[in-house]
Each structure stands twice: as structure tokens, then as C-alpha cells.
């Protein structure tokens, strides 16, 4: 049976070595284990959520057709263009361990470090460092058969490759032609906007889940792409143009130091990870004047307290 693993270590992996010693091959430690899997499938998590569906949603289960359940929810994988074999689909994600992926792309993997970059998870299970970067994980990882198996396409992006859903094959396509590890945390973020955007994450949403406190540093970030702001993190926090754009900054509270959490969500933020489409705006309609933004504004989408618009 398939469960939801929102684990709480600090890295996972060794279920993927205990099977590597049991089994002493490489063909049998990374075979795609037969066995039942979830009815319902939506879309193969490729890039991004805008990846084609093209799988069947409604698939028979039971004791008597659990097998064929597990077997339908694989679907064929193309390595660099050429069909190679299988990749798992689970909710709508394609999923693999991190075992089966050093195999493909030819990377070291000793149960704990892959290709010598050793993933560790947050205790929340909602996201993963690897090499300082920050990778969103809203579904956490999975573990079926004894090994743990992390969306594709988090994989993929640890190694600078790509992973996309073909919708008219049913099919995941990997591209494995340039295997290279990103650039470190390190060099890659601006540390002043790290700064900055997870004290407005802290003081604005540092009780709301993740999702919120990513969708509370979309809406700055969204600000600094737009022509309507201006051009930087700390200059949109600080934007006085038509009045105090954030309570914080009037009640001193973004000065406060902000939580492991909130520099976490400012950091996905930094990677692309996005819950709040466009928005430019968000209000807590039980305390702010959530009238006028629903009358004169685009509703995006409602996260925890806040409702974000456009």
C-alpha cells in the first residue's frame, strides 16, 4: 500500500540502503515494486503545474485489482528521447527515488548522498535542502515498498536537468544530456532579499501554513516584476507612494527576527515556487477591509487567513 510519508528526520534515505544490501544488485534494488497504488490520477507533475493530464481518472480497485491499479498507474519513460522503461505516477505526480534516478543518470548513491549532494528534509516534510537550495515539497515524499520516492521533477532540478509530461503519449520525458548540480544557496541567493523578504513573510503570515507564507512573498515579489512598484524587495516592503503598503512597517514589526519557516518560504519564493498566481495583494477579510479588495480587485485564490488578488 502507498502512504503519505510527511516525515519528520532530518533525512530520510535509509530505507533505500536497507533494500540495496538486502537485494546486492543494481537491476533488483531499483525494479519498480508491484504493488497498489492510489485509484484516482490527475496530472503528471513535469515543470510545473500546467503539465497536460491525458491519464485515466477513474481506474477499478479492490482486493481483487489492486495489482492492475499499481500497474496502470505507471506510464512510459523516455530518457533523453528514447523510450526506456517505466516511471510511477502518484496523485497526478510522477515520483522516483532518488536510488532509481542516480542509476539513470549515472550519479554516485550510497543510500544518503546522491552524486555527492545529500538532501535534507525539514521536519515538516514540506520542503528539502540539498546543497543550500530550497526545494517545495507541498505533497511530501511517499514511500512505497520500502523506498521513498520524491517528485521527478525536485530531482530533476537538483541536477540541472528537465522533466516534462507529454500528454499526447501519456509519457515522462527525461532530459538527462547535461547532468550538472545547481549552483549553491550560497552564491545563488541575495541575501538581502532573503533578509528582508522573510521578515514581511514573519510578520504578515508567521502563523499561516507554508503555502501561505510562500503566497505572502509572492505577492512582494509579483510587486517587483510589476511597472505599478518598484524594483526590490526592500523598496516594495517600504513602498510609500500612496500610503504604507504593509501594517509591519507602520507597527515596527517587521523588524522582528523572523522564524526557520519564514527564511524557508522567502527562499522558495527566491526558486520560483509560487501558490499565489499573480497577486499583488492579500488581505485577512476577518480583520482587514476585505469588501473593497472583493469589489475592486481580481480574486486570485484563498490561503489559510489570507485572500489574495490580482
Request: overall charge negative.
Amino acid at each position: 500500500m502507498i502512504r503519505k510519508n510527511k516525515l519528520h528526520m532530518t533525512l530520510l534515505l535509509c530505507a533505500a540502503v536497507l533494500c540495496v544490501a538486502a537485494n546486492g544488485s543494481a537491476a533488483a534494488q531499483y525494479e519498480e515494486p508491484e504493488a497498489s497504488a492510489p485509484a484516482e490520477m490527475v496530472e503528471a507533475e513535469a515543470d510545473g503545474p500546467d503539465a497536460g493530464t491525458g491519464l485515466p481518472e477513474d481506474m477499478e480497485t479492490g482486493r481483487d485489482g489492486e495489482e492492475d491499479a499499481a500497474r496502470d498507474n505507471y506510464v512510459p519513460l523516455y530518457i533523453n528521447g528514447a523510450l526506456h522503461s517505466e516511471c510511477l505516477v502518484i496523485d497526478g505526480v510522477s515520483r522516483m527515488s532518488l536510488g532509481r534516478f542516480a542509476t539513470l543518470a549515472g550519479l554516485s548513491f550510497d543510500g544518503f548522498s546522491i552524486g555527492g549532494l545529500t538532501p535534507q528534509l525539514a521536519e515538516s516534510g514540506e520542503y528539502a535542502v540539498v546543497n543550500g537550495r530550497y526545494f517545495y515539497l507541498p505533497d511530501g515524499l511517499y514511500e512505497l515498498g520500502g523506498e521513498l520516492l520524491w517528485p521527478l521533477s525536485a530531482v530533476a532540478k537538483i541536477f540541472g536537468c528537465s522533466v516534462s509530461w507529454d500528454a499526447a503519449s501519456g509519457s515522462v520525458n527525461l532530459d538527462l544530456t547535461d547532468i550538472e548540480p545547481l549552483e549553491s544557496g550560497e552564491t545563488y541567493y541575495d541575501e538581502q532579499d532573503v533578509y528582508w523578504l522573510s521578515r514581511i513573510i514573519y510578520a504578515e503570515s508567521g502563523n499561516q501554513p507554508l503555502a501561505g507564507q510562500i503566497g505572502v512573498g509572492n505577492v512582494v515579489l509579483n510587486r517587483v516584476e510589476s511597472e505599478l512598484f518598484p524594483d526590490s524587495v526592500f523598496e516594495v516592503i517600504f513602498d510609500r507612494s500612496y500610503g504604507v503598503q504593509f501594517s509591519p512597517v507602520e507597527n515596527g514589526t517587521i523588524y522582528a527576527q523572523p522564524d526557520e519557516e519564514a527564511v524557508a518560504a522567502a527562499r522558495l519564493c527566491l526558486e520560483g515556487y509560487n501558490t499565489a498566481g499573480g497577486s499583488l495583494y492579500f488581505v485577512n477579510p476577518d480583520i482587514g477591509a476585505g469588501y473593497w479588495f472583493a469589489a475592486n480587485l481580481t480574486f486570485v485564490t484563498s490561503i489559510g487567513d489570507h485572500d489574495f488578488y490580482a
